[in-house]
């Protein structure tokens, strides 16, 4: 108990004092999460919706394909982007194996169909009310997107931090693809499971504390803000 106690406030002082280490390793997680969520978000937005006003053969499988990826195992992903990026892989040339990169991509292919899951389902009811409308003016497809999008904020800003939500707190992917490199590729959640496994609970500590911070900070940011686009 005296050990645990230590540790709490050891990281305590570790957060207050703004080390120099924690604070690369939040800035990096933070650029890594947002870039993944923003990626996420730009693909499988449109995708969604896109899906919700189609209607073609094989449109069901594909709305099912896509829900079934939401359990996709992370090692998994990390496995097979592993084998892309690696140099006896398609895409080894580039050498973006075990860079910042490849974690995006990695938590990308995470959060994008939990951004097409969100965003198809609100479309396809406002498709229902608004089709007709939008088939009376005319609308391109493209433009009956754009119409969703405008009707259906809450529900974007709603995917983008629940895509936020699934890159940060990932682990599995991104130590994978991103090797844990210290000072370049270690992130909050690869820091925490390296350092509990070292037995330095300070630093884990620390680290968990400012994941869990920033996990509460989302979910107040998403019940704000979606309440607030609620209303207009």
């Known amino acids: 108990m005296n050990d645990f106690v230590e540790s709490i406030s050891t990281a305590i002082l570790l957060i207050g004092g703004l080390d120099p280490e924690l604070l690369g390793i939040v800035a990096l997680s933070l650029r890594i999460s947002l870039s993944a969520s923003i990626v996420a978000l730009i693909v499988g937005a449109p995708f969604g919706a896109w899906l919700a006003i189609?209607?073609?053969?094989?449109?069901?499988?594909?709305?099912?394909?896509t829900n079934a990826f939401l359990g996709l195992p992370p090692v998994v992903v990390g496995l097979a982007l592993y084998m892309l990026l690696s140099r006896s892989g398609p895409l080894g040339s580039g050498g973006l194996l075990f860079t910042p990169t490849a974690m995006i991509m990695a938590q990308s292919l995470l959060a994008a169909p939990i951004v097409v899951a969100l965003v198809h389902r609100p479309s396809t009811l406002l498709w229902a009310e608004y089709a007709d409308l939008a088939r009376v003016d005319g609308l391109s497809r493209s433009r009956s997107i754009a119409l969703l999008f405008a009707l259906g904020r809450a529900s974007l800003l709603t995917a983008f931090l629940a895509a936020f939500g699934r890159a940060i707190a990932e682990v599995g992917a991104i130590i994978i693809v991103g090797g844990n490199i210290r000072g370049y590729t270690r992130t909050m959640t690869t820091a925490i499971a390296l350092e509990t496994s070292k037995g330095d609970l300070p630093l884990a500590l620390g680290l968990g504390l400012i994941l869990l911070a920033l996990s509460l900070a989302v979910s107040t940011v998403a019940f704000l803000l979606v309440g607030r686009v609620g209303e207009k």
Not at 54 to 65: C, D, E, N, P, S
């Open 54 to 65: 189609t209607k073609f053969r094989g449109h069901q499988a594909i709305i099912v394909l």
